[in-house]
């Protein structure tokens, strides 16, 4: 009743303004992002002599679960989401809160196989799922809250990439891009073993801990970042955090991706770097001299850096595959906005 | 769809069970309450030499707003409800994380007005609101997430109540069972003023932070909850966690909430115990030796013990307020089941 009484009319809708700009408004109400990082993945704040880390991120039915998702997936989706932004700060995380939110006539039984899902999916990444709160909701709701600590200085920040760093990926993109063209518009690429492996990786991603909490130990990357809302908007959330531009001259498509595109006559580079998101790999900067070595720390753990360009001093971010280079557009998925 | 396919009639809804048993069959898949405190009303992991603690709890619009609430009251109460935990438990929070979900067609200002409130009363108990996340969702959602550390010995937890202990509280009661009955109920107490001054106590309700504090750093409390739940349930959860019982000769009913008894020819003693909840007063423990100092304690920050009654080695809460002693029922609000 309040919002007609006092906006008559001329209301400004969170959809008008798009979730960055709400963010950016809700902040400056707040007097700025928190803690010793400033704007970034986690929130970090000193105290004696480690910092606490905190992180929350939600899952939302009507937003966030894809079609056919089973409960186990919303469960594991939820703390794959969190841990992930720990994962490019190089942060171990200590537990996890849940606050739920759930319709009365939600069936209990679904209920515990969502929770199951973040057990599992938290012990896999080892930690616990250690308590929370409970609401009655007009919907499923799910926001999960990662805690931990840190040494100040071990924390890797979005800021902090110098020109003529490597940039790099510790995996390939282009997997949930196909996940989510089979369905959210039915556009099967007529192999079901093929559909079967895509369509897992939107439902079971992901975080790259392991990769992360190597690099940071190590001291070897000077800015990180999760790949969450696809990779063109990852690499100008970077560029942007550190002052710099960046120069790609390899976009990492997986196998399974090119086979989709290929099948659709779709550009797989474009696939890549656009239409994904929540891909969770990590996207970092790692100085010349340490390059060898951020190579071996991270396969040392099971993973794989693969070099996607380098940090240049122009601002901007640019592709140079076949000897031209373009500009990479600031696009993909926008809360309230859609792909934008 | 899933939950069709698989329950096929025989569904097992959460209003079935309660908010109660929802919350028992979620911890046996966790693997019990994570931390040090077990279940209690934050969740505290050691680390090097403190204890990370952190409070989750959210408010749903459709569950949590009450008639003619003001969005100020919204982010205001948000706050409250988690730094109410803290302030039990004697911890000093170090900042908070808000996950928003709204309806795209939120009006911004309506949103901004809700992060004032929060900033603000933030602000009042000495700390920031210092990021979170955004997402749509089909209604508003503010699921707020207190952090901070403390000594694990400092951390005053729901069990340790021994017997012959006082039983204290840090303010009156009866003015939130008052103002739901006016919201709600359409109950007013033919009186403007008075009605204003109820319904205030609901929608911005204080928590008890200086006093919470204070007692656990001088180390006074043996036990001590916070009452969301109204005074008989939070009695209950007190003495059920020490194993212990509850013996009250004394309910504090605010004068407001006498008048309004007396209007309506109501018991305010019942209605102070039942029909409450959200006053965020805190419930405590405190050993015989130690009660004039901690009435001293608490009166130096600005706040007063008022003395409820005994701990008592049978199990139970009772009263006895005329020579004759009655059971306290364990009734009032439980999400799900509304009252019970």
């Avoid at 939110?101 to 939600?106: K, Q």
């Amino acid at each position: 009743m309040w919002r007609h009484n006092i906006y008559s009319g001329d209301v400004l809708k969170v959809s008008d303004i798009g979730e960055v700009k709400l963010i950016n408004k809700l902040f400056s109400i707040m007097g700025g992002p928190g803690g010793i990082t400033g704007f970034d993945d986690v929130v970090a704040v000193k105290t004696d002599r480690v910092a606490v880390v905190v992180k929350t991120d939600s899952f939302v039915e009507s937003a966030d679960r894809l079609p056919g998702m089973p409960p186990e997936a919303i469960g594991h989706k939820t703390v794959v989401m969190n841990v992930s932004d720990f994962a490019a700060k190089g942060v171990k995380p200590m537990g996890m809160l849940v606050s739920l939110a759930v319709p009365p006539d939600t069936d209990v039984g679904f209920l515990e196989i969502i929770y199951k899902g973040m057990v599992k999916a938290a012990a896999s990444y080892g930690f616990r799922v250690m308590g929370g709160d409970t609401s009655t909701s007009r919907e499923l709701i799910l926001a999960g809250f990662l805690f931990g600590v840190q040494k100040p200085d071990l924390i890797v920040q979005r800021r902090g990439a110098k020109t003529g760093d490597i940039v790099a990926t510790t995996g390939f993109f282009g997997d949930t891009a196909c996940a989510y063209m089979i369905l959210l518009k039915h556009m099967s690429p007529g192999d079901q073993v093929l559909e079967r492996r895509l369509v897992n990786h939107a439902y079971f991603p992901e975080a790259r801990l392991k990769e992360g909490l190597a690099l940071a130990s190590h001291r070897l990357a000077s800015a990180a970042i999760d790949c969450s809302d696809g990779l063109a908007v990852t690499l100008h959330q970077l560029a942007e955090a550190s002052c710099v531009g960046i120069l790609i001259d390899n976009v990492p498509v997986s196998p399974d991706a090119k086979k989709y595109a290929e099948y659709y006559g779709l550009d797989p580079v474009e696939l890549a770097l656009y239409r994904g998101g929540e891909e969770f790999e990590l996207v970092v900067t790692i100085p010349e001299e340490k390059w060898y070595e951020a190579c071996k720390v991270v396969e040392s753990v099971g993973g794989r850096l693969l070099r996607l360009g380098r940090v240049v001093s122009r601002i901007g971010v640019f592709i140079n595959m076949d000897g031209e280079e373009k500009p990479v557009k600031l696009k993909g998925w926008e809360h309230f906005k859609g792909w934008v």
